[in-house]
């Protein structure tokens, strides 16, 4: 059986045979010159096939030399020297040192596990399979970023892909592995890893809106008058996500249970293409939930079709099993019953893995075989391809998005996220998606479900999601003032985002650059062993202008403050929704209010928000950028027409520090994709006052606001200030004033901390006032943070 073409990958798996160094028993490709692929086999046989990690072995040629020694062969590169025995692959006769000689820890051995001070792990770690029933931390799988600056992957037990599209089995007993020895230039690491597996593939636009989620058997009606009131409250949604009650799931005990279903229940959803429709004229894609499991039974209404196409009697009620490993069978279950129910307007499918980790295949694991084919069959209608399923190893980044399962409602499980999301992008696993306030179990506790929105609003992927019970709806009006209007902010917020997150997605796609990375991604000194570069695993850059630090714990029961502490990069940071400024290279503890959320964005930083008003999806007909001033900057606006072969604009905003200008670019590229003029607002962040070329000019608190007006796509514009004056508001002063006055502790300390405050001539005078007095920990940190700021 042929698989149908838009179900093959193209794959490229032929490495340059001068890249090749062969023995009787092994073969050592080097793809690049910190990349080695070291194989091993007692028969002489070779894996010359994509595998489902690798679909890439066609490097550009390496210049490395090869040594032949008493003790077997040496491979040097600018950056490994490789030695080998020419044996059975063991630690002591497989090795490489990285360049530079063969200092502490610099040495990589074959099957020694790499360990640092107090039995710590060196590998920087990928991500996990799930985060079902987690409660806090799980641990991770490898990635290829380490403290001692090389990792493996182990490719020895996966499948191959077959020309035709298939799968095959692997050589038995071979050794496979992939040695990624690139000290310190983790980002050469990552570029080597994606050119070996493949690209993070663009997500469609509409991905980077509010998902909205949750188990419940709701009808058609409720969940239209659901959406209906999102939108008349303008809380914004993207995406609609059906979990399993939309099909039958009271069956009759012969067929087992209810968990794996394709037909629609008519008691809740009497007309399923109406009810798709009117989701889709609200601007929602729509997911529906499969367990796939139990495959397709007697009493499904796709039952007699697939049967018919597997050659089985539909009167014999035969079950058709669940067998992705048959190529007849996975046919028939996309062309007889996933097919037709996209046909009524499905737009993409979350799979909720239940099928295990076995097949009929030895060593096949079915979610990964799931993702891929489901994958590739999304794309099928055209559009740009989309699923939604666990991660099943390396290479899963190319099936995006991820599903992370379902974790558990405490502070532990919120605290754990930013990390687990971040250290993924060390395995180019960029587009998880979280259940965004916390899935099942645990407490409720208005403040924990808050910080939870604002950690979706700068996540991935942005999916509210709930478990089968009365009281764990997401909906922001079943939550009390101010915890209500601070969600709704942040709904609203990540759709304004959704420029600057669509850019990063293109820039994900095109440079390997995950939307969320760990500091040491950017943070390397020269020294890949100091541990300032590895602390603050929660802090995150979130994509090329900005700098995530979550709130994961309560707030303080005094001062009210949520709290996070974190080592600060070098440069100048300023907090995106207060504009206090924080000068970097430095540990700082951050303080807000359950109205703020720490996000810096770096001295030059661009960030292109929707104007106020526009809250969809599309590419917009007005813009609010945000400029950071103190230093240049430039960002290059991404946008194109969402298809599976885009047509692209790009367009580049800067700001000239020096010379107070900021320019909107002419837009490049199919300039009919984007509107032919749209309204531009400027807000520059650090500016209080200026002449500006501009009427409509006035201060806010965020800054100098300038409504720039109408501007050409095809022409662009500048801005030009003079007499630029630093903004008035609020001072120091007014500040610590306000930390003092929220404080819900004794009035005599906060009267005891202003005097020191109010007598103080400089900010280290007041540190030198209150280092004495005997102040509420929390308290005094969050005055401290202020007088140090920058």
């Not at 073969?27 to 690798?54: K, W």
């Not at 001692?148 to 077959?162: E, K, Y």
């Not at 592995?177 to 230039?185: E, I, T």
């Not at 209007?485 to 709904?491: I, N, R």
Request: glycine residues 10%.
């Amino acid at each position: 059986m042929t698989l149908p073409e838009h179900l093959i990958m193209p794959t490229t798996p032929q490495a340059d045979p001068d890249s090749q160094v062969r023995g009787d028993h092994y073969r050592i490709t080097v793809l690049s010159p910190a990349l080695f692929r070291l194989e091993y086999s007692e028969s002489g046989e070779f894996e010359d096939r994509a595998t489902q990690m690798v679909v890439n072995r066609a490097f550009d040629p390496v210049d490395f030399t090869v040594h032949r020694t008493a003790k077997g062969i040496e491979i040097v590169t600018d950056g490994v020297h490789l030695s080998y025995d020419e044996g059975p692959f063991s630690a002591g006769g497989l090795f490489a040192h990285l360049a530079g000689g063969t200092g502490h820890r610099r040495t990589w051995r074959y099957g020694e596990r790499q360990s640092l001070w107090m039995d710590g792990d060196a590998n920087l770690g990928g991500t996990a399979r799930t985060l079902d029933e987690v409660d806090g931390r799980t641990d991770l799988d490898d990635g290829v970023l380490s403290f001692n600056g090389s990792a493996m992957l182990d490719d020895s037990h996966t499948m191959a892909l077959t020309a035709d599209g298939w799968i095959g089995a692997r050589l038995p007993g071979n050794i496979d592995v992939y040695l990624f020895a690139h000290g310190g230039d983790y980002q050469a690491a990552l570029d080597d890893f994606h050119r070996l597996t493949g690209p993070q593939p663009l997500l469609p636009r509409w991905a980077f809106g509010n998902w909205w989620s949750r188990y419940h058997p709701y009808t058609a009606d409720e969940y239209r008058e659901l959406m209906q009131r999102f939108e008349a409250e303008r809380v914004p949604f993207s995406v609609a996500v059906i979990d399993m009650d939309w099909h039958l799931v009271d069956v009759p005990p012969q067929y087992g249970t209810g968990w794996t279903g394709y037909t629609w229940n008519r008691e809740l959803f009497p007309d399923p293409e109406a009810f798709l429709t009117a989701l889709h004229e609200h601007g929602l894609k729509v997911a529906l939930n499969v367990h796939p499991a139990d495959g397709v039974r007697a009493f499904e209404e796709a039952y007699p079709r697939i049967a018919a196409a597997l050659g089985i009697d539909p009167g014999t009620e035969q079950p058709v099993d669940f067998d992705i490993a048959d190529q007849a069978f996975l046919r028939a279950y996309f062309e007889q019953v996933h097919h037709p129910l996209e046909d009524q307007g499905v737009d993409f499918w979350w799979l909720d893995w239940q099928q295990g980790t076995h097949t009929s295949v030895a060593g096949l694991d079915p979610l990964w075989l799931l993702n891929h084919f489901h994958f590739l069959d999304s794309a099928r209608r055209g559009q740009r391809p989309i699923t939604f399923s666990r991660y099943a190893g390396p290479g899963s980044h190319r099936y995006p998005v991820g599903f992370s399962g379902d974790t558990v409602n405490t502070w532990a499980s919120l605290d754990f996220q930013p990390e687990f999301t971040a250290t993924a992008s060390n395995i180019g696993f960029g587009w998880w998606s979280h259940d965004i306030g916390g899935h099942m179990f645990g407490h409720r506790d208005h403040e924990l479900v808050t910080r939870w929105f604002q950690f979706g609003t700068f996540a991935p992927i942005n999916r509210l999601h709930s478990t089968l019970s009365a009281f764990q709806g997401k909906e922001p009006w079943n939550f009390p003032e101010p915890y209500a209007s601070v969600m709704v902010d942040f709904l609203r917020l990540r759709h304004r985002l959704v420029p600057y997150l669509y850019t990063m997605n293109e820039r994900a796609n095109r440079e390997a650059k995950a939307l969320c990375r760990p500091l040491y991604h950017e943070n390397q000194s020269g020294d890949i062993f100091l541990p300032k570069n590895f602390g603050s695993r929660n802090t995150y850059f979130f994509g090329t202008e900005l700098l995530v630090l979550p709130i994961t714990s309560p707030a303080d029961a005094e001062t009210g403050l949520g709290a996070v502490s974190s080592w600060l990069p070098e440069g100048r940071w300023t907090d995106f929704f207060t504009n206090v400024t924080y000068a970097g290279e430095r540990m700082v503890q951050l303080h807000r209010p359950i109205g703020q959320y720490p996000v810096l964005a770096r001295a030059g930083a661009i960030v292109p928000l929707t104007g106020p008003d526009e809250l969809g999806v599309g590419n917009p007909a007005s813009f609010e950028v945000h400029v950071f001033t103190g230093a240049d900057g430039e960002f290059t606006l991404y946008e194109d027409d969402d298809a599976a072969v885009p047509r692209v604009v790009r367009t580049r905003l800067a700001w000239n520090d020096d010379e107070g200008e900021f320019t909107i670019g002419a837009a490049e590229g199919e300039l009919d994709v984007v509107p032919s003029a749209r309204e531009w607002t400027v807000v520059l962040h650090g500016i209080g006052a200026a002449n500006v070329d501009r009427d409509d000019v006035h201060a806010t608190d965020q800054g100098l606001r300038i409504e720039v007006g109408v501007v050409l796509s095809g022409t662009g514009a500048v801005v030009r200030l003079t007499d630029v004056e630093a903004p008035a508001h609020p001072t120091l002063r007014e500040r610590l004033f306000e930390v003092l006055r929220s404080v819900q502790g004794d009035y005599m300390t906060k009267d005891r901390a202003w005097q020191a405050i109010d007598q103080a001539g400089e900010p280290v005078d007041a540190l030198r006032q209150l280092d004495g007095l005997d102040l509420p920990d929390a308290l005094r940190a969050a005055l401290y943070e202020l007088l140090l700021a920058s």
